[in-house]
């Protein structure tokens, strides 16, 4: 398989840029439409790295995209109609952006972020054994780390700038940020996200142990379903043969950055050391492989 080239920044002249996240560039086409190009970037504990992982924003915006597309008949989504090529006069932009770039409908995001978890990993177990809650909710006792929770549970967090933390926070205060109806709103419409995926996932021998969803509004109030959905940087996805209740399930992440990280000396601040090749290209393997797993 040929490897494209990597892409740290779109460096898109021709519009105006709206904004740069850790992983996305989002530019102004008009009053009704963005362009987000997904990049290579990756952020290991809330740092972007100066190396790029090579191929993975296609993978994130393909994934995303085919979820869009399975998931359209819950909540309509961000996709448009235009088309790149309407909107870059540039023949050789538009052909290195062609499997990053997606022009989207501009909406209102919503201020959280909507966690949904079906299994008891990472922060979620940490407070359940804590305190038997998660995020507030109160669960059985003698769950185990990777334990498979009844049904799944909404978690929302606040939305962190770059560089700084999301703070996980309960429903009653979602209700306070969105009000009563749009906040039961977006949990229910959360859940059924999680439940069909997860269904769906698990017949390809993948489980989605946890994901994260974003939303916003358009101008008629209508929820839609935005940013990136079920990749392998929004979820946590298992592989379900070798799931076992009690561990930490291998991810099929950038588990494998994380590990490299954690055995130098680095405070975790920026600047991030850089990436050896071998370790940027399995991570880059891994992506690719979920991709293949979830979407052929």
Same mark, same amino acid.
């Given at each position: 398989?040929?490897?494209?080239?990597?892409?740290?920044?779109?460096?898109?002249?021709?519009?105006?840029?709206?904004?740069?996240?850790?992983?996305?560039?989002?530019?102004?086409?008009?009053?009704?439409?963005?362009?987000?190009?997904?990049?290579?970037?990756?952020?290991?504990?809330?740092?972007i790295l100066t190396d790029p992982i090579p191929g993975k924003g296609i993978v994130l915006n393909e994934v995303s995209n085919f979820w869009f597309e399975k998931l359209a008949h819950i909540i309509p989504n961000q996709l448009s109609e235009v088309t790149l090529e309407q909107v870059l006069d540039d023949s050789a932009d538009c052909q290195?952006?062609?499997?990053?770039?997606?022009?989207?409908?501009?909406?209102k995001p919503l201020p959280i972020e909507a966690i949904v978890r079906g299994y008891l990993i990472g922060s979620g177990w940490k407070d359940y054994q804590n305190s038997g809650?998660?995020? !507030?909710?109160?669960?059985?006792?003698? @769950?185990?780390?990777?334990?498979?929770?009844?049904? =799944?549970?909404?978690?929302p967090s606040t939305k962190a700038a770059v560089g700084e933390h999301d703070e996980n926070i309960s429903y009653q205060q979602a209700i306070e940020l969105l009000g009563e109806d749009l906040a039961k709103q977006v949990r229910d419409v959360s859940i059924a996200l999680y439940s069909s995926a997860a269904e769906y996932a698990l017949g390809r021998n993948i489980i989605?142990?946890?994901?994260?969803?974003?939303? !916003?509004?358009?101008?008629?109030?209508? @929820?839609?379903?935005?940013?990136?959905?079920?990749? =392998?940087?929004?979820?946590?996805?298992?592989?379900?043969?070798?799931?076992?209740?009690?561990?930490?399930p291998a991810s099929f992440d950038k588990q494998i950055v994380r590990d490299y990280l954690e055995t130098l000396d680095w405070d975790k601040t920026a600047p991030a050391p850089s990436l050896p090749s071998e370790i940027a290209e399995k991570t880059a393997a891994k992506y690719r492989q979920v991709q293949d797993l979830l979407t052929q």
């Open positions: 398989m040929t490897i494209p080239a990597s892409l740290l920044d779109a460096n898109l002249n021709s519009l105006p840029l709206l904004h740069k996240g850790k992983v996305r560039d989002i530019y102004d086409i008009d009053d009704k439409h963005m362009l987000i190009v997904t990049t290579d970037r990756l952020s290991a504990f809330d740092v290195r952006l062609a499997k990053r770039g997606i022009i989207v409908k501009k909406l809650q998660v995020c !507030g909710i109160e669960l059985a006792k003698g @769950l185990q780390q990777a334990s498979q929770l009844p049904e =799944p549970i909404f978690t989605i142990a946890d994901t994260k969803f974003e939303f !916003g509004l358009d101008d008629d109030g209508v @929820l839609h379903l935005i940013d990136e959905v079920l990749t =392998p940087d929004s979820s946590r996805f298992w592989d379900a043969k070798q799931y076992q209740v009690g561990t930490s």
